[in-house]
């Protein structure tokens, strides 16, 4: 992108107070590089593609990888991101593992993506 593609003010004059409450309210660094990791989870369309599959239902491995038309080992290797991630869960029932969307954070995070991208 050329310097000129972005309007930008045409004298230079920062406006102090407005930096300062920015500042105050802008959260730690060490916060932002955990926000950044997270979205760096979603930059992937096979995880994305897990979630939306769990957007719908708690399904096991099997489940996963037959909708999607992958095998068991690569959707596990992503389910283990997801789950390092605190994105999904798993439950055992027997020789099962379910897995199901963390919490309702998931949702509205797939959810807001969603309509953002589909305006």
């Not at 992108?1 to 409450?21: P, R, T, Y």
């Not at 283990?80 to 798993?90: G, P, R, T």
């Not at 797939?110 to 589909?118: A, F, K, P, R, T």
Request: charged fraction near 25%; glycine fraction near 4%.
């Amino acid at each position: 992108m050329a310097k000129n593609d972005v309007e930008c003010c045409q004298e230079n004059h920062v406006h102090k107070n407005l930096i300062d409450m920015v500042n105050q309210k802008l959260p730690d660094v060490d916060v932002l590089y955990d926000l950044a990791d997270l979205f760096k989870v979603f930059g992937d369309s096979t995880r994305i593609r897990i979630l939306l599959v769990l957007f719908e239902s708690e399904v096991c491995v099997c489940d996963i990888a037959e909708t999607l038309n992958m095998t068991q080992s690569a959707i596990s290797h992503q389910l283990k991101i997801l789950k390092q991630n605190k994105l999904v869960k798993a439950k055992r029932d027997g020789k099962t593992v379910y897995y199901s969307l963390a919490d309702n954070h998931v949702y509205n995070i797939i959810g807001q993506g969603l309509d953002h991208v589909m305006e």
